[in-house]
Every structure is written in C-alpha cells, then in structure tokens.
C-alpha cells in the first residue's frame, strides 16, 4: 500500500477525469482542479456517465457508483489542493505552463510526497528544475482512456529519489494499474514504439498508398489491434500526436518520428481527431 489517500489531479480533461475516475475506483479521495467552470463540468458529467455504464453492465453496483463520485472534489480554487498527498498534473503539452504549474505547486504543497506530471514527451528534468525539490517530481504517464488500459509508465527523473519511484509503483498497483519503470527519454516506451508505427500508417495515407480504412482494418484483422493506426491516431487526438512527434524528432533528429506534412496541415486546420469532430474520420 502506497499511504496515498488524497490524490490531486490538475487538468479537468480527458486524461485528467480518466485518471480521477481510476483513483476514486480504488477508494482515494481525488481534488480535480482546474481554473474554468466549464471543463470541471464536463469532467463531472463524463465520469458520471462511465459511472452509469458500469452501473448499467452489472459491472458497479448504484450505491458504490454514488460513493465513487462522492469521493471527487471538482474545484476552481487551487488551494483546495492543500490537502493532498500528492499531485498528478494532466494539463497542456507545453514546458512552460507545466514549468510555471510546477513552480506553483511546489510552492503550495510543502509536504507533498511527489508532484508527477503524465506529459507524454516533455522531459521531467526540465519540469522539476522549475521546484526546489526535484527528488520529489516524476512522470506518471497513463493510457487512455484511463479506467480501461492497465498501464502506467514511471518515469523517473535525473533527480527522482528512488522512494518516490517505489512509492509509485505503490500507488499504481493500489489503483489497479501495471507500473513498467522507464528512464527519462523522449517518448519513455510506449511512445518510442508507437509514434513511428502511427507516423507511417500516416504517411502511407498521405502518399495515397492505402485507403484509410483499408490500412486501419489491415492491422486488426492482421494483427489483432484494438483499433487501426488512424483511428487510434484521431482517438489520441491529432495535435497531442504531432506534439509528440515534434518532441522525439526534436531529441532524436530521425526521420520517422517527423510529423508529416498532411497531419501539420490538418492540426493547423483544426482537424484534431475525435475530439474536434473531424480527423482521418468524421465523428457526431
Ligand atoms: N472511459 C471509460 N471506460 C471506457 C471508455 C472510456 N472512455 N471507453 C470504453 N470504455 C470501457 C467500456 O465501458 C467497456 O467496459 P466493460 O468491458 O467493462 O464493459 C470497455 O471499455 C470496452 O468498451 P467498448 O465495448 O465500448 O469498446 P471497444 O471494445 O471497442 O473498446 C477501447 C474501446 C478500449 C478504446 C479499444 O478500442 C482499445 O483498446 N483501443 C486502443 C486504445 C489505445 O491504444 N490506447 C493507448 C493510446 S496511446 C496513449 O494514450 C498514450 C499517449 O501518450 C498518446
């Protein structure tokens, strides 16, 4: 057991509430910050709906499910973070507000026992240089959606005390989750694997090498995916894809981890996958 029994989230979206719902699942208390009303709100009214659709399987019985949400605070004010035990950040992908982030909550929560951000690509030694305590900031990078995929990879920091990582990989197993531990490189292990195989099923779109939906059905038919590279692409959302594209190719310099240029076009247009209604797909 990790002791961890009030979580704070700050980043009310999609993998913020993901993880808020894992956590509350497992019995901690979860403080969801974030500045605006309106995706604390639709945070709320997505984990309630997860909620009746376990309800609705048989799979949560109504009373635990009303427990579970009981159990989120969803706030505006970022002191009422003062009580956690620890702080799990699910903001932007940009150094500097996460930077700026951190330097607020080490300022605010001196006895926190870690401040980890779940960044897919920014580097943890570059976001714990903005505290006074690196030894207390790593990476715990989830998978979405969070209440379904098990993973969770611990990255640990140039800095990162290996209390901290152990009292990680508590907290992962305490809320159900497999912890794999991964130094602190762009991409970590998922990410270096992943990216290049999305990036190529892009680029073979792009050449008009494949149609879309005959590259998507040829890796789960042929191998077994959940989900074909573009739909999964437009499921990651099109501009954290390129973001992280951007970072590996900025820290490696190969090729294939290049966002090519139809997917700069579309997330310049707007088109950022599933969330936005449009991507390699249209969506409702
Ligand atoms: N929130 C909570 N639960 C959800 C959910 C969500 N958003 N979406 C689906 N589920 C649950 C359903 O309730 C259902 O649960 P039960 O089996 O307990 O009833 C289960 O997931 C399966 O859902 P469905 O039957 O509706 O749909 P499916 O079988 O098509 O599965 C999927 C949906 C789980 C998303 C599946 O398609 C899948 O595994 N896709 C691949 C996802 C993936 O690769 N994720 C990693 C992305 S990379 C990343 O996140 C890291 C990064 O840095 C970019």
């Known amino acids: 057991m990790s002791e961890i029994e009030r979580l704070g989230v700050v980043g009310a979206g999609f993998m913020g509430s993901g993880i808020a719902e894992s956590c509350a699942r497992a019995g901690l208390e979860v403080v969801v910050f974030e500045p605006e009303g309106p995706p604390l709100e639709r945070s709320r ?34 002191e009422d973070l003062q009580r956690v035990d620890g702080v799990v950040e699910a903001i932007i992908e940009d150094a500097r507000v996460k930077g700026s982030l951190f330097k607020k909550l080490d300022a605010l929560l001196p006895d926190a026992r870690f401040l980890a951000s779940n960044t897919s690509s920014i580097p943890i030694a570059e976001i714990a240089s903005w505290t006074r305590r690196p030894e207390r900031v790593l990476g715990l990078h989830f998978f979405s959606p969070v209440p379904v995929m098990s993973l969770v990879e611990i990255v640990v920091g140039y800095d990162t005390h290996e209390d901290v990582v152990a009292l990680a990989e508590d907290l992962s197993r305490d809320i159900g989750k497999h912890p794999v531990i991964t130094k602190d490189r762009s991409g970590f292990i998922v990410n270096f694997l992943l990216v290049p195989y999305l990036m190529a099923a892009i680029r073979m779109f792009q050449d008009g090498f494949a149609a879309r939906e005959d590259i998507d059905e040829a890796m789960k038919q042929g191998c077994g995916h ?6 999964l692409a437009d499921f990651i959302g099109l501009d954290v894809l390129y973001a992280i594209g951007d970072s590996l190719y900025e820290e490696f310099k190969q090729p294939e981890y290049a966002p090519p240029p139809l997917l700069k076009r579309m997330v310049v247009s707007g088109a950022h996958g599933r969330k936005s209604g449009r991507g390699f797909y249209d969506y409702d």
């Open 45 to 78: 009214a997505g984990i309630e709906r997860s909620i009746a659709r376990a309800v609705g399987r048989g799979k949560l019985a109504e009373e635990d499910g009303e427990a579970l949400v009981d159990r989120i605070t969803w706030t505006t004010e970022i």
């Open 226 to 231: 959940p989900m074909g590279p573009l739909t």
